[in-house]
């Protein structure tokens, strides 16, 4: 048991010091919504193309890209609406309390059903998370889910992007994929 404590204690450290985390400063990301004058807080990373995105609610990081201008929080204040509105591309980051003790394979397959049962062009899942991603032509998407059967807690992030800008928005999501910290305190 001690081992595989030190194994996840590694891991988790890899994943903080591999991430572009470096909390230079706070800025602030005016709201998509003409009525609204909230702000949603961002931090700076090393990367310059990027913010990083932390919900202090349910503890979890993940990177946005700066070409989202404006955002909106999520009501219950579990994660934010990114818009990058010059490729008309959304990113959107959630997390739930896990009260029904939903497993990996239902919420994947939640997933898929909402979606009207996709062909995948992206299909990996584990034993506690899963990435998919589809098109439907014009339109491209991708989501990533990981559950915390610790915490009872599941968060993710999607992205909505022009499928014409397929190579751009893969190296986006290979970012932010690498960059998210599903169960992280700072």
């Known amino acids: 048991m001690k081992f595989k404590n030190l194994v996840m204690l590694a891991a988790a450290l890899t994943c903080i010091a591999g991430s572009t985390v470096m909390a230079e400063e706070k800025v602030s990301i005016k709201s998509a919504s003409a009525d609204s004058y909230e702000v949603v807080q961002v931090m700076t990373t090393k990367d310059k193309k990027y913010y990083q995105y932390y919900n202090s609610a349910y503890q979890y990081a993940v990177d946005i ?39 990996i394979d239902e919420l994947y397959n939640m997933a898929l059903g909402m979606n009207g049962s996709p062909t995948l062009t992206t299909n990996i899942k584990t034993k506690n998370s899963y990435a998919i991603g589809w ?52």
């Open 135 to 186: 098109t439907d032509g014009k339109k491209s998407y991708y989501h990533e889910l990981y559950i915390n059967d610790k915490n009872k807690t599941y968060t993710a992030f999607s992205v909505t992007y022009p499928t014409s800008k397929k190579d751009k928005y893969q190296a986006i999501i290979a970012h932010m994929s690498r960059s998210f910290m599903p169960n992280v305190q700072m």
């Open 65 to 103: 890209p700066r070409a989202a201008t404006t955002a909106d929080m999520n009501a219950d204040g579990d994660g934010c609406y990114f818009q990058d509105p010059k490729d008309d591309a959304v990113y959107m980051t959630y997390a739930a309390k896990n009260t029904m003790g939903f497993t």
